[in-house]
């Protein structure tokens, strides 16, 4: 179960699907915007470490989610990493990006799994799947995926504003 004020259970449901392993998980909520201050510092600060994590963002002016996940986490992730124009990107082959037109929207749902694993996470900022395949930036997000580094299914030149984010630490039950 997500305790989640962003997406409906069904959605959770789906998602857990999505990382699959037929497993039963933890989802514990380790930072959430409006408890915590949506910025690059207050994530980093709340994110650090190698843990599976599931990232939802609720966007402004839309009701539209976009979310993802990382099976090795975000920020200080250790050495296990590869140097590009002066910043670390890391291996993964589990991540994944997705978005929902809505907070139970199970209709127009994209999802996009990271193809360039070399470079599935890059340690910037606030989070950044792929070199801004889904990223954050303070109180940006950007899911322009113009690095080719996540299948191209979830590619918009917008740059949204986020209302709530959540971050969750995963672990096996």
């Known amino acids: 179960k997500i305790e989640s004020n ?22 514990k909520l380790i930072y959430r915007g409006s408890r915590d201050g949506i910025s690059n510092k207050s994530f980093r600060k709340k994110c650090k470490g190698r843990v599976a994590s599931l990232v939802l963002i609720k966007v402004k002016e839309t009701n539209k989610v976009f979310g993802g996940y990382s099976s090795i986490g975000f920020c200080s992730l250790g050495d296990d990493f590869i140097v590009k124009e002066g910043h670390r990107l ?26 360039n694993k070399s470079q599935a996470i890059l340690d910037g900022n606030g989070f950044n799947f ?34 709530e984010i959540e971050i969750f630490n995963i672990s096996n039950q």
């Open 90 to 115: 890391y291996n993964s082959s589990d991540n994944f990006i997705f978005s929902f037109e809505n907070s139970e929207d199970t209709q127009h749902m994209k999802i996009s799994r990271v193809v």
């Open 130 to 163: 792929g070199w801004g395949s889904l990223a954050m930036n303070n109180v940006s997000l950007h899911a322009n995926n113009n690095s080719n580094n996540y299948e191209n299914n979830l590619k918009t030149d917008t740059v949204y504003t986020i209302e």
């Open 6 to 27: 962003i997406i409906k259970p069904i959605l959770a449901k789906l998602i857990v699907n999505w990382i699959g392993n037929d497993q039963l998980y933890r989802f």
